[in-house]
């Protein structure tokens, strides 16, 4: 029996607590014949020592193929590379298959979760604070869902940060399929995909939860962008108030479904968090890797101020979906004149035209709303 299939083999094994699982890991390592004996003497009962013996030969045989490639790794849970994190939690994956850098497992990470439905204030500055936190030095680890998990992947990629995806599907079947190629650039990035399935596990709805208390394992705190009240994303936070890992909640606008979650966990003591340096210097209260954060704001000084053209038009578009005829009475002038302005503004990049209206894409610390009528 050699090292894998013995990895294999004891990750089927069910109900072990991890000093056992160690004790019976190490006695095959070292008397590898004698193994029924082993299982035995190791206190599995009849049921796990069948699971023991139940590995799919095709299981293995795939395996050992996949294996070949230098980018794949599986990480037993007595690995020296194995996340020291996650090693800490307590119901710790036994086995993790591994495709890309190993290495950014071990590094400072810092979850970003949310909503599969996010709004466009969520992608906006769950984009930003990921691209911040990034830039700051730590890896971002999510679950390469649609919405903020993409979001995430996808911001810490663009400002060439390492991210870390964890899956609930074997590494063989990327759920979502048109997230396959944002998979091959977390690897070639040297990030890295994650996942305790077998290569190729479907991604059924049960997976995800499970999945869900890697993500926060492997990371020092949870920051959860959107969520309602019903998200996996609150299932994220729920196991990391049982790692005891930090909690941090982006606040949205008052009536947005995908904020009832983030706005609950606030209640429920997550830290609030308006700029990235929030998170930054939490983490740095307590710990001594962060190097210390640089003031940054989020508006520009007033030194940067750029002219603006139609200043009391843009300073009634808000975060959240404005219609055009709100901008108009707010503004105080007609449909028509407001509609030329706001295109204008489209073009020079302050807003963005969204169904039902437009969205703030910057900030100016000279604008304020004016006019505003109702």
Known sequence: MDNIERILRLANVRGLSPPCRLQLAQA??????????????????AQQQQQFHSLCPYQLERTRKWLEDPQHSLLSCHDAHYPALLNEIARRP???YVKGNVEALNTPQLAIV?????????????????????LSGLTITS??????DGVAHRAALEVKGKTVAVLGSGLQYIYPK????????????????????????????????????IISGLSLGVLVVEASLKSGSLVTGRYALEQNRNIYALPGALGNEC???THWLIQQGALL????????????????????????????????????????????????VTPVDVVAERAGQPVPAISAQLLELELAGWIAAVPGGYVRLRRASHVRRTNVLV
């Open 178 to 213: 048109n997230h396959l190629r944002l998979a091959e650039e977390i690897v070639s990035q040297a990030g890295a995909l994650v996942s305790e399935f077998p290569l190729e596990t479907v991604p059924h709805a049960a997976n995800f939860p499970r999945r869900n208390r």
């Open 259 to 261: 904020s009832e979650g």
């Open 143 to 148: 679950g390469l869902a649609r919405g903020i």
């Open 94 to 96: 036994p086995l993790l």
């Open 273 to 320: 968090v308006a700029h990235p340096n929030t998170i930054l210097e939490d983490l740095h209260s307590s710990l001594r890797w962060l190097p210390s954060a640089s003031p940054e704001t989020i508006y520009s000084s007033d030194s940067d101020v750029v002219p603006l053209p139609f200043a009391s038009v843009l300073a009634n578009v808000g975060d959240e």
């Open 28 to 45: 095959l390592q070292n008397e590898a014949d004698n193994v029924d004996m082993l299982l035995n003497a190791c206190g599995l009962n």
């Open 114 to 134: 949310g909503s599969r439905q996010c709004s466009h204030y969520g992608r906006e500055w769950g984009s930003w604070f990921t691209q911040q936190l990034a």
